[in-house]
């Protein structure tokens, strides 16, 4: 007499069920069973919209590194039009290690004059290093890349600062997430409207040490550019933060250069 099971189970027929190849039950005659099946559909819609993202990638691009913060102006940024100086002054490794889409053991930073091409040859390099993320992850995250929070977070200085003047409550969130990204840019650091005498008082000092000594215990690196020198950063931000920036940070370079805005047209 068959046993009665509760719940109307009735345990597999060694005659029609197999097992699949993930240990769970199957017919004999599918190939998987039912969470295989559903686990390489989704697989395969991931694919095809991988796919499109990529034979549409300068839209792709252009979506995600919005989504880190970059400003239209510096998507227009490319690795031929980096400046000769500025170019060979970038550390070889950490230019090789962004443009294979991997984030570098530390930071750098770029200093001089106005208009030198400092903050557009980061932007080629940040683009270079997400176009390599993008083509290695797009096909297996599909749309998710368009909606995942971006491994780099692009910051202008002067207006994250007014930011989180106008938005003390939500400031401390702002500094965390720029804590823990894993690769950040700060641009133009030193250009944000100064309030306060001495950098003890001042807000933006304050905001920058935090994420600074954040980013240090968390042996994360910062990309940064400057139109002021070592001296004056030290004056700014005081010498701790200062210490912090350029400790992990080295500023490997003082550009002197014309206002490149003014005697070329913007990059296309």
Not at 52 to 67: F, G, S, V
Not at 96 to 116: H, N, R, V
Not at 188 to 211: N, Q, T
Request: proline fraction near 6%; aromatic fraction near 4%; charge should be positive.
């Amino acid at each position: 007499m068959r046993p009665i099971y509760a719940n109307s189970y009735r345990p597999p027929d060694s005659e029609t069920m197999d097992r699949c190849a993930c240990g769970r039950t199957k017919r004999k005659t599918d190939a998987l069973c039912h969470s295989c099946e559903v686990e390489a559909g989704e697989k395969a819609r991931r694919a095809a919209q991988g796919a499109d993202l990529l034979a549409n990638e300068t839209e792709t691009m252009r979506t995600i590194l919005e989504l880190a913060g970059m400003s239209p102006e510096h998507m227009d940024a490319r690795l031929d039009l980096i400046p000769a100086g500025i170019a060979s002054a970038v550390p070889q490794e950490a230019r090789e290690t962004l443009e294979a889409g991997k984030t570098p053991p530390s930071g750098f930073g770029l200093a001089g004059t106005t208009g030198a091409g400092k903050s557009m040859a980061v932007a080629a390099l940040v683009s270079a290093y997400m176009r390599a993320r993008v083509r290695e992850h797009a096909p297996t995250m599909g749309n998710r890349i368009l909606s995942a929070r971006p491994p780099i977070r692009w910051e202008d200085w002067p207006l994250a600062v007014a930011w989180m003047r106008d938005n003390v409550d939500k400031a401390g969130a702002r500094v965390e997430r720029l804590q823990d990204v894993p690769l950040l840019v700060l641009d133009d650091l030193g250009a944000e409207r100064r309030v306060k005498a001495s950098y003890e008082e001042e807000f933006g000092a304050e905001k920058l040490d935090l994420i600074l000594h954040g980013r240090r215990l968390r042996k994360l690196p910062t990309i940064w550019t400057a139109n002021l020198g070592s001296e004056a950063l030290r004056e700014r931000y005081g010498a701790r933060a200062f210490s912090r920036l350029v400790g992990s940070n080295p500023c490997i370079a003082w550009i002197n250069s014309p206002d490149l805005r003014m005697a070329r047209p913007r990059q296309d």
